[in-house]
């Protein structure tokens, strides 16, 4: 083998090998996406329809399909195969060789290779590696095309290439493929875990199933109701937002123990079936349903069918149960008239457990918490003071102290318990960062929970006031109404500086921004990313100013 030989030979591996380093690359982009969407392929179609130019079918990928084109109908016949090998090396170079595209420079929440991850991966690879040899093994024996001058080359460069940029374009729907695959393996799996997590259910017959959801707030009432009742009995408790069905079995499985006494499971819905799903596996002895917002519409499509979905805990609560209900949501205080055979408690302004008196500042929240009997007379009363910020937590404690008086644990023990409480990461959670006072409200904001959050952030009497936000997603047909909603409400704040994260995503807030004359207007930037709005901070604030971080969309919203 002569040197040409030699080193064409060596142009078309680096060739084959650029594209399948940005094949891989792709895919490891694409097994991210499909996991912080839950593994939902409805969900990751929409989403790669979203972004099919920008992710899916490429520009690169256009014009290196077009080169291809213009190479085979115009010069085959005109040059040789080294020369068009060469060309398609050098093209490849210049748009395959980069993969900044698929590689954030920070991920706000990494790839996680969990065993599922890794099955759905090995399963594309098994499919792209077949393509990959198959379209390798036709370049090498099908050639067509032959040199006029000397052969340094036995590959058919455009067969080739175009078969390598095909499998690169169609990675998603290798991906695809490979999830419908694997449903069956899955379904299998989990319904292994879910018999596992029943039987040991099962085997423990004193322990008590509290189940809670909501739109939003059950996570932090889930921390409180954790808080209160381990002051006297021994608790196992679902951490942060594990609330799908394999999130719940992986804690009954591995955490539960004898010795535990309640088991509190916090019980997430996106689409219809799902709270039902749930309680098949655990089935509760009390149920708490803390409110029906706005939250998911894009999946529910209205806040009824959010209502009825919620409702599934109500139905599905064991006979002679209790059913603990925010009496000040009308959707969720219908609910009551489900059941005529279990106990019915309120928690509100009419409820068993009322609060009253309540100052909420940048301090944590101060109020009177009064215990009623039927005959609305008040048997027992207590100041609670808290670190926890905002008036929705203040709710969230009537809710939770509901759920504690059925273990008979008394106010004073719940006072106590919340003054020492500290707030639940993410979700108003007072920080100091070099000199600033940071109110990190990050997690899946909400209308109820983003005003809240906004009239906080304006109570700080020092310094001055930012906010930096992305806006509020997953509310369907309403979701550009509540963002507007949500611009009028900061700009008439009295904040110094806002950031919205995003252009078009913010489209919204900004009108709502600009809609409001009176009063001083804040000082309004738009940037691309959380990392660009953190740059920006660092330039604009001093030592004692407040900033707001008011939710934080996941990398499946970067463009």
């Keep these: ?23 891989l690359h792709r895919l490891r982009y694409f097994l991210h996406m499909f996991q912080q969407l839950g593994y939902k392929t409805n969900e990751f179609r929409h989403w790669l329809m979203d972004h099919f130019y920008s992710r899916f079918f490429t520009s690169e990928h256009i ?13 085959v016949d005109r040059i040789t195969l080294t020369a068009g090998s060469i060309t398609m090396f050098i093209f490849t170079l210049f748009w395959f060789l980069d993969l900044s595209r698929y590689k954030a420079e920070k991920e706000k929440k990494p ?18 590696g077949f ?39 169609f990675i998603p729907i290798f991906l695809f493929m490979a999830a419908y695959l694997m449903k069956p393996v899955e379904k299998k799996i989990q319904n292994g875990f879910k018999k596992q997590a029943r039987k040991k259910l099962a085997s423990l017959p004193h322990l008590k199933v509290i189940a809670i959801t909501g739109s939003y707030g059950k996570t932090s009432t889930k921390f409180l109701m954790d808080a209160f009742l381990k002051e006297r009995v021994r608790v196992c408790v679902t951490p942060g937002s594990f609330n799908t069905p394999m999130g719940i079995c992986k804690v009954i499985n591995n955490d539960l123990d004898a010795h535990h006494q309640v088991l509190i499971l916090e019980m997430g819905a996106r689409y219809e079936g799902n709270i039902k799903e749930l309680c098949d596996i655990a089935q509760p002895d009390i149920s708490v349903i803390t409110n029906v917002g706005l939250s998911h519409l894009e999946t529910f499509g209205s806040q009824e069918a959010v209502a009825k979905e919620k409702s599934t805990l109500a139905k599905e609560l064991k006979s002679g149960g209790t059913l603990i209900l925010n009496g000040d949501d009308p959707l969720v205080r219908k609910m009551a008239d489900l059941r005529d055979d279990v106990n019915i408690v309120f928690a509100g302004s009419e409820g068993k457990v009322r609060i009253s008196d309540s100052e909420t500042d940048a301090e944590g929240t ?4 009064g215990i009623f009997d039927d005959e609305n007379n008040r048997i027992d009363k207590e100041i609670f003071k808290t670190k926890l910020l905002g008036k929705h937590n203040i709710q969230n404690m009537s809710i ?6 059925e273990f008979d644990i008394r106010l004073k023990t719940m006072s106590i318990a919340a003054s020492k409480m500290e707030p639940v990461e993410h979700r108003l959670e007072l920080k100091e960062r070099n000199g600033l006072t940071v109110i990190d409200d990050a997690f899946n904001s ?13 109570s700080f009497k020092t310094g001055k006031k930012i906010i930096i936000t992305p806006g509020m997603i997953e509310l369907g047909e309403l979701e550009e109404q509540e963002n507007q909603k949500l611009g009028e409400h900061i700009a008439k704040a009295g904040l110094d500086l806002v950031i919205l994260v995003g252009d078009n995503q913010t489209k919204p807030l900004q009108k709502g921004l600009s809609s409001v004359q009176n009063g001083e207007a804040p000082d309004v930037r738009v940037v ?5 709005a953190n740059d920006l901070l660092k330039d604009y604030a001093s030592p004692g100013d407040v900033v707001l971080y008011e939710n934080d969309l996941p990398d499946t919203y970067n463009s």
Aim: aromatic share 14%; net charge neutral.
């Design 446 to 458: 909400n209308p109820v929970g983003a005003k809240n959050a906004v009239d906080i952030l304006a």
């Design 1 to 23: 083998m002569d040197i040409y030989t030699l080193i064409m030979n060596a142009i078309i591996i680096l060739l084959i090998a650029i594209f399948i380093r940005h094949s």
């Design 131 to 169: 393509l990959w040899f198959y379209m390798i093994d036709i370049a090498y024996r099908g050639v067509q095309l032959r040199d006029f001058v000397a052969p340094f080359i036995n590959v058919d460069p455009y067969f080739l290439s175009f078969g390598m940029v095909v499998v690169d374009i």
């Design 63 to 75: 014009f290196f399909n077009l080169l291809i084109l213009g190479m085979i109908t115009l010069l």
């Design 366 to 369: 101060r109020f009177e918490m």
């Design 528 to 532: 691309n990313t959380l990392f660009e």
């Design 111 to 128: 790839l996680v290779y969990t065993a599922r991850l890794k099955r759905l991966m090995v399963t594309t690879l098994i499919i792209i």
């Design 400 to 405: 939770a102290a509901a759920v504690a008086l």
